[in-house]
């Protein structure tokens, strides 16, 4: 069994355009980005002249009409984040911050001419976006942002500081949410603005192919329409989070089967005691309970995509999909790197690079515990934050 979700026969689920979108990005990343994977990453480096190429092929805001979008439905979305994150999660970091946090962000609250200015350029990997959310000292608790925005006639003067941002060093365009006396607002702040400076973060243990940043706002004066005219509240950038975070529930499914792929092949063909070791009792155990897991996380996926496109899903449905599927996939990671043995922890092999990733995936976006709690609150009506 060359793909462990034929276990269940999960691919009889799809239909013919969603598996011909899901092979055309396996072949895509086969041919341009796996080749180069353990290099990236121990180098890290993220090679930022492939954006281009991910807009042609169409993955950038893949699932937003119009703007020069491909307007794919839910699911097709997913699988080309489960097939991204199969090869490293700092690419599907990058398409998911790229298309569901910087362009939804425009797509959704921004002007029109906002949104012509900066999204086809972003759709074809011409214009690179990040998303400004995060601060040092308010991660779980955006609530609590220091960075303020305030009026100075018809401009506005940005102070602050946001920090753990995909994509920051290599933006063109920021989305910013700052405080102000109407609440939070989100502001677009383009890349050589006087006072914006980004900062790459260096000496990361995960993630490494992706480029992560701090981002510091020092007066920095924007026009009015450098404001999202449409976005009023907390519940904005919110939104935009559960946007990314049902492209990560599809991903760690790729990162979780691309591990149970290899070490299959790696328990074939490593010869111990006179056996390949993939058929002493322990080993399939390991392959049983993890291909168990694995086709579970996919079936949940399949099926928040399904209810996602109905426009019935909810935001505890994307916590549980989140939660879960990151869960299983860094405990298969790691399981897998058992089955490798010492060769497991060589970049010859992807279950410890994934594992590396999986720990920031099971972190941004939510960690495990907040969306725990968002569960919790779904189920006793008790929000247990505070």
Avoid at 32 to 44: D, G, M, Q, S, Y
Avoid at 308 to 331: C, D, H, T, W
Avoid at 365 to 379: P, W
Wanted: glycine share 10%; aromatic share 8%; hydrophobic share 40%.
């Amino acid at each position: 069994m060359k793909d462990p979700l034929d276990l269940l026969d999960i691919p009889s689920l799809l239909t013919d355009e969603e598996r011909e979108i899901q092979a055309t990005v396996a072949r895509f990343l086969a041919d341009h980005v796996r080749p180069n994977l353990p290099e990236w990453f121990e180098n890290a480096h993220f090679p930022r002249e492939i954006a281009p190429e991910l807009g042609k092929l169409g993955v950038l805001g893949m699932h937003l009409k119009g703007y020069g979008c491909a307007g794919t439905e839910a699911v097709a979305y997913g699988l080309a984040c489960l097939e991204l994150e199969a090869a490293d999660s700092g690419f599907r970091s990058f398409v998911s911050v790229q298309g569901s946090l910087a362009m939804y962000s425009i797509h959704r609250y921004g002007s029109e001419e906002q949104k012509q200015e900066w999204l086809p350029r972003m759709a074809a990997g011409e214009a690179i976006g990040c998303f400004g959310l995060t601060e040092p000292d308010f991660g779980s608790n955006p609530a609590g942002m220091r960075t303020r925005a305030v009026r100075d006639g018809e401009d506005w003067i940005l102070n602050g500081a946001k920090m753990w941002i995909t994509n920051g060093a290599i933006a063109d365009i920021a989305t910013v949410w700052a405080a102000t006396e109407e609440g939070v607002r989100g502001f677009l702040v383009p890349r050589g603005t006087p006072g914006f400076e980004a900062r790459e973060i260096k000496q990361k243990l995960s993630l490494r192919a992706s480029t992560t940043a701090e981002l510091s706002f020092a007066d920095v004066r924007l026009p009015a329409s450098a404001q999202l005219p449409e976005a009023r509240g907390l519940g904005a950038p919110l939104s935009c989070l559960n946007e990314a975070r049902f492209g990560i529930l599809f991903g760690a499914v790729g990162a979780a089967r691309d591990c149970l792929q290899t070490a299959l092949a790696y328990g074939g063909e490593r010869i111990q005691f006179d056996r390949p070791i993939s058929g002493f009792q322990l080993t399939q155990q390991k392959f049983a309970d993890m291909a168990v897991s694995l086709n579970n996380a996919a079936l949940l996926a399949v099926h928040l995509g399904r209810l996602k496109e109905q426009g019935r899903i909810r935001p505890e449905q994307v916590s549980v999909g989140k939660l879960n599927n990151v869960r299983e996939a860094i405990a298969i990671a790691r399981e897998c790197r058992t089955i490798l043995g010492a060769n497991g922890i060589s970049l010859d092999y992807s279950p410890l690079r994934h594992a590396n990733n999986l720990e920031s995936v099971l972190t941004y976006e939510g960690t495990s515990e907040i969306h725990t709690l968002v569960i919790g609150q779904a189920l006793t009506g008790i929000p247990a934050y505070r």
